[in-house]
């Protein structure tokens, strides 16, 4: 992560854990529903689990304003939607084609693939060199369900890893921005004394 704490970035972390936590709660229900295993106390634990990311995002946003706000590049929201167009016109692609098909318990695996792939150019758009590492293992985790799962568990299987992985990569950002945001604290307060 880069090492300027700016409002910006506090901010952006907030978001991108918001995101990971809500989008990765999608992918274990996704899999709870294929693996047949959602019932009221697995409904439960999910909304708890994404509620507690979402909450700790929260307050990390509201901390943002502690840090100067720089102007952003124009041209980013401008990337950003653009590889946001390209990532869900592959999955559009995939749910029907598969479905065509009729392979559609490989979907699952296959959108993991172009989940990781979107994350690879979103890291350097953002400079967060973590999500190389959440695009890496997704891709990764998508080609070994795919090789690694019958076609009677792959769709299950493969959501769930998916969905641990947001989270995972969620609470890696949050860990991430608080550190930075406690070090610069305590920076900015030796410098007063």
């Known amino acids: 992560m880069n090492t300027e704490l700016t409002a910006n970035r506090v901010r952006g972390c907030a978001i991108g854990v918001m995101i990971a936590a809500g989008f990765g709660s999608g992918w274990l229900f996704w899999s709870l529903n294929a693996l047949q295993k959602i019932a009221a106390g697995t409904a439960i634990g999910v909304e708890l689990g994404m509620l507690a990311l979402m909450a700790a995002a929260v307050y990390v946003a509201r901390q943002a304003k502690r840090w100067p706000h720089i102007p952003a590049d124009p041209e980013m929201g401008s990337r950003f ?7 869900w016109t592959g999955i ?9 098909l009729h392979i559609d318990a490989y979907g699952a695996a296959t959108v993991t693939i172009i989940v990781g792939l979107h994350y690879l150019p979103l890291a350097r758009l953002f400079h967060y060199p973590m999500h190389y590492v959440t695009g890496a293992v997704l891709v990764g985790w998508g080609t070994m369900s795919l090789l690694l799962f019958n076609q009677d568990v792959v769709q299950g299987a493969a959501a769930l890893g998916t969905g641990v992985i947001l989270w995972m990569s969620a609470v890696v950002m949050l860990v991430l921005v608080m550190r930075s945001m406690a070090a610069e604290t305590a920076v900015q307060s030796s410098r007063s004394q």
């Open 81 to 87: 939607a653009w590889i946001n167009v390209i990532q």
């Open 92 to 100: 559009v692609a995939v749910v029907f084609g598969f479905s065509r």
